[in-house]
């Protein structure tokens, strides 16, 4: 049984004001979604069945949609000002979500990351699935995500293009998180007409790169993409983790000190550009540590020891950030304070207007 639960903080907030939120598990050991102002002040709560990953907002209607952990099967759709009950519902059979999602720039249609695992078509092939977000979620349909094991998709501004991350790792249900393909990975990140499934461009990684998952991005500006990847070849190389797309254009990885990439353990874990666009901070749990890199140059600025971090979005005072370990807070000093709950990997990010 799903229940949420509403502050009338919402309410009672000013317009314009960012809102913030981020899957996580609640002290008592279940798994939930929390909404939050840039102070990591709770506004609302929803209980989850499972450890959800990424919340993705709907900018036209006061709702949100928090999307399972790979490999999971549900999705949570909920009110952001409380004012309507929760939606469940999940991804069709012999498909399962990859933990993101993106919204059409009308808020009509709800697109979702997934695979295919249909019994004996079991290719791995990833999808896009298609879902009706004026009529409950309904699915509608799915396109090709032009490659295998799609992570985070966004729409691109002012234009009917989705981004896709292909990571190129294929998984299974039954096999858990289980890395099945690693020899033969195909990373890519595409683009993809709304309107028809259609590819539009598709980008890969040179073959010397071709286990450098590519699973996370953010948008720089209307035709440029920067993503993070994460390694999956031996321990002792030390491939560049970050790089940006443009669209018509080529993909580039950036060159950065071995000092720098070691700080990463191999793995970064979110991506945020801030609201002026000059800067983009990476996060690597498994490295315990944050980046913030100028987008103009690739050079690093500063770097924030934090064990665990993981979850990143741009906020009025450069980036928040939040840990595997409940912590939140600004990037300023090194350290981030006001302990929470235990959060997941992602922070998803709204202007709200009221």
């Given amino acids: ?4 639960s509403t502050s009338s903080a919402i309410a009672n907030m000013p317009g314009q004001q960012p809102l913030f939120a981020s899957a996580c598990k609640f002290s008592d050991g279940t798994f939930g979604a929390l909404l939050m102002d840039q102070t990591g002040h709770l506004l609302s709560s929803v209980v989850l069945p499972a450890r959800g990953h990424d919340v993705v907002f709907d900018r036209h209607k006061a709702r949100a949609v928090c999307f399972a952990r790979r490999p999971g099967n549900f999705a949570v759709a909920f009110a952001t000002d409380g004012r309507e009950d929760s939606h469940f519902f999940t991804s069709a059979a012999g498909r399962h979500f990859y933990g ?4 059409s720039p009308d808020g009509k249609l709800l697109f979702a990351s997934e695979n295919d695992t249909s019994t004996g078509t079991d290719t791995g092939a990833g999808k896009i699935g298609i879902y009706d977000a004026t009529n409950n979620f309904r699915r509608l349909g799915e396109y090709e995500s032009h490659g295998v094991g799609p992570h985070q998709i966004l729409m691109m ?3 009917p293009l989705l981004a896709v991350c292909n990571g190129g790792i294929r998984t299974h249900p039954s096999t ?9 990975m195909e990373p890519s990140l595409v683009f993809i007409d709304t309107r028809d499934g259609g590819l539009v461009d598709k980008h890969r990684l040179a073959d010397d790169y071709r286990q450098l998952s590519i699973r996370h991005m953010a948008i720089k500006d209307e035709s440029n993409i920067i993503f993070g990847c994460q390694y999956q070849g031996s321990k002792d190389n030390l491939p560049p983790l970050l790089g940006n797309c443009q669209l ?7 060159s950065m000190a071995d000092e720098t990439l070691a700080k990463f353990n191999h793995y970064t874990g979110s991506v945020a550009i801030s609201k002026n666009g000059e800067q983009v901070a990476v996060s690597s749990p498994k490295g315990g540590v944050v980046a913030v890199l100028s987008t103009l140059d690739h050079k690093v600025i500063r770097h924030y020891p934090m064990n665990k971090a993981c979850g990143l979005a ?5 980036f928040l950030a939040s840990t595997l370990r409940g912590e939140i807070g600004f990037l300023r000093s ?3 304070t006001n302990p929470i709950k235990a959060f997941d990997n992602h922070i998803g990010w709204l202007r709200v207007e009221l």
């Fill in 314 to 318: 741009p906020a009025d005072s450069g």
């Fill in 157 to 159: 501004p002012n234009r």
């Fill in 334 to 336: 090194g350290a981030i």
């Fill in 248 to 254: 018509g254009d080529r993909i580039e990885l950036w």
């Fill in 100 to 103: 993101h999602g993106a919204f």
């Fill in 176 to 184: 858990g998180r289980a890395k099945l393909n690693l020899d033969s």
């Fill in 1 to 4: 049984m799903l229940a949420a």
